[in-house]
């Protein structure tokens, strides 16, 4: 018998689903871009009249605080019409938007360490950027990622990635498929604020607990690997700045061998300090907002009052 994994058998409703995609992709592409970013913000704010989602990010929001109603109501609407312009850019098929580049040269030092690089991303601003712009310019670029519970949507993104350049390592697999990357001196990218409800590490995060996975801040610990922080997010015109950030490892605690838990703990709270920051600057590209990030922290289940 093969060790192979079946594929899921697509259900009903996933081929018109499938169908729904592939139709709006080909409306998209039709479509002049500022136009098309146009009708974007227009959905996303419709979206968020309609209150798509909505009990999720309010709670989100009252959980860490940090603005008032007012404040975060205009942050909320922003959120919504982000949400509709980054997927305009997602569905583009082979067309570049415009963009600026800002502290390459940290990527480029950590790649020359000869250990491998660890791109830390979030979901904020447009991260699957990072494919169609690099996909085919850097050697051996990886992306962890989780499938698609649509199969049909799923075999799309795969095909997708794949045309440029760019191989997917899938999150049961993560750790090992990471390991391999990085022991040849590659390149993995993984989005570090997943939803993990239990799993992880609390670790503070928008100045509230947070499950946080541990295999960046493992491998980091284990290889010698270099970690890059980095975003792309669109500005008014729609022109992006994708930024480069660096991170080198915390200096351990003292008395803290390289596998101790203080110094993997040092490393989680770096990083999601990196991404608090950037939230805090930008909350409207972060699309966090949409998960149960706190989960184990916040009840997801009870209606925002």
Not at 93 to 107: E, F, S
Not at 141 to 159: I, S
């Amino acid at each position: 018998m093969s060790d192979k994994k079946q594929k899921p058998k697509p259900k009903t409703s996933h081929y018109f689903e499938y169908a729904a995609l592939r139709v709006v992709e080909f409306a998209v592409n039709l479509t002049p871009r500022r136009l098309a970013l146009a009708m974007g913000g227009l959905v996303g704010g419709m979206l968020c009249l309609f209150g798509v989602h909505r009990r999720v990010v309010q709670r989100n929001f009252d959980h860490v605080g940090l603005w008032d109603k007012g404040a975060a109501d205009k942050i909320i609407r922003g959120l919504y019409r982000n949400m509709g312009r980054y997927a305009v850019d997602f569905l583009r098929c082979g067309k570049l938007p415009p963009y600026r580049v800002n502290g390459y040269d940290i990527y480029t030092r950590a790649g020359g360490k000869g250990k491998g690089v660890i791109i830390v991303l979030a979901h904020f601003g447009n991260w699957e950027l990072l494919a169609s712009v690099w996909g085919k310019q850097v050697n051996d670029l990886n992306v962890v990622a989780k499938p698609m519970a649509n199969p049909l949507v799923e075999g799309w993104l795969f095909k997708k990635r794949s045309a440029l350049g760019v191989s997917t390592i899938y999150t049961d697999s993560a750790l090992r498929g990471m390991l391999a990357v990085l022991k040849r001196n590659g390149v993995a990218a993984i989005l570090i604020d997943q939803n993990i409800w239990l799993m992880g590490t609390p670790v503070p995060f928008l100045g509230k607990p947070a499950y946080t996975v541990r295999t960046v801040a493992g491998l980091i610990r284990k290889t010698g690997a270099a970690a890059v922080p980095m975003y792309a997010i669109m500005g008014r015109d729609g022109r992006y700045d994708i930024d480069f950030f660096e991170a080198e490892p915390p200096p351990a605690p003292d008395g803290a061998d390289g596998d101790s838990e203080a110094a993997i703990m040092a490393i989680l709270t770096q990083h999601n300090d990196i991404l608090s920051r950037w939230v805090m600057k930008y909350p409207e590209h972060w699309f966090g907002w949409f998960h149960g990030r706190f989960g184990g922290f916040v009840d997801y289940r009870r209606q925002a009052g």
